[in-house]
Nanobody, 119 residues
Framework: QVQLVESGGGLVQAGGSLRLSCEAF????????MGWFRQAPGKEREFVAR????????YYADSVKGRFTISRDNAKNTVYLQMNSLKPEDTAVYYC????????????WGQGTQVTVSS
């Protein structure tokens, strides 16, 4: 069983930056693909970014490409999401998720952290 705990959310003005962290407890963190998702009020949850177990491969949603950077530190069992040039439309609850090797979907989810971008 893996527990994921996000932190780093908050209120920021448009154009500002935030860095989200997600620490994993239990399991073998370095064997999991990690992802970030978000859900805005009244909308479905959407994919934001993902990173391979080694950190060597990343993938982003078009809406955040060039502004957000996903990274991980396997020694600290932590995945990060650096968010720059934030826009009001980035306002959402952000979730991290872990997908085990060979699994078709993400197996574990964090509780989420709120990001609010004011205009």
């Amino acid at each position: 069983q893996v527990q994921l705990v996000e932190s780093g959310g908050g209120l920021v003005q448009a154009g500002g930056s935030l860095r989200l962290s997600c620490e994993a407890f239990g399991g073998t963190f370095s064997s999991y693909r990690m992802g970030w998702f978000r859900q805005a009020p009244g909308k479905e949850r959407e994919f934001v970014a993902r990173i391979s177990w080694s950190g060597g491969s990343t993938y982003y949603a078009d809406s955040v490409k060039g502004r957000f950077t996903i990274s991980r530190d396997n020694a600290k069992n932590t995945v990060y999401l650096q968010m720059n040039s934030l826009k009001p439309e980035d306002t959402a609850v952000y979730y991290c998720a872990a997908q085990c090797n060979g699994c078709p979907t993400y197996n574990y989810w964090g509780q989420g952290t709120q990001v609010t971008v004011s205009s």
